[in-house]
């Protein structure tokens, strides 16, 4: 398996949680009326974020103890 394709997923995983920080926050500055329509867009981010878990996650299975040492030495 690629490092490079590990990294990049790690990433992008790390935008998602950036962003549902961000609208977490924005959350809390909105009337109740216009947060309801915000929420949806909360929850697609967390369907977001548990999909790039669950491929860290396989990725993780799939990952050789030579490519372990690569990524950490990155991290």
Do not use: F
């Not at 909360?42 to 103890?65: F, G, H, T, W």
């Amino acid at each position: 398996m690629e490092t490079k394709r590990i990294l990049a997923t790690l990433d992008e995983r790390r935008r998602w949680e950036a962003r549902r920080i961000e609208l977490v926050n924005e959350l809390k500055k909105l009337p109740s009326r216009l947060r309801a329509l915000r929420k949806e867009e909360l929850s697609k981010i967390d369907q977001q974020i548990a999909y790039y878990d669950s491929l860290l996650r396989q990725m993780k299975k799939e990952l050789r103890p030579r490519d372990r040492s690569a990524i950490l030495s990155k991290g």
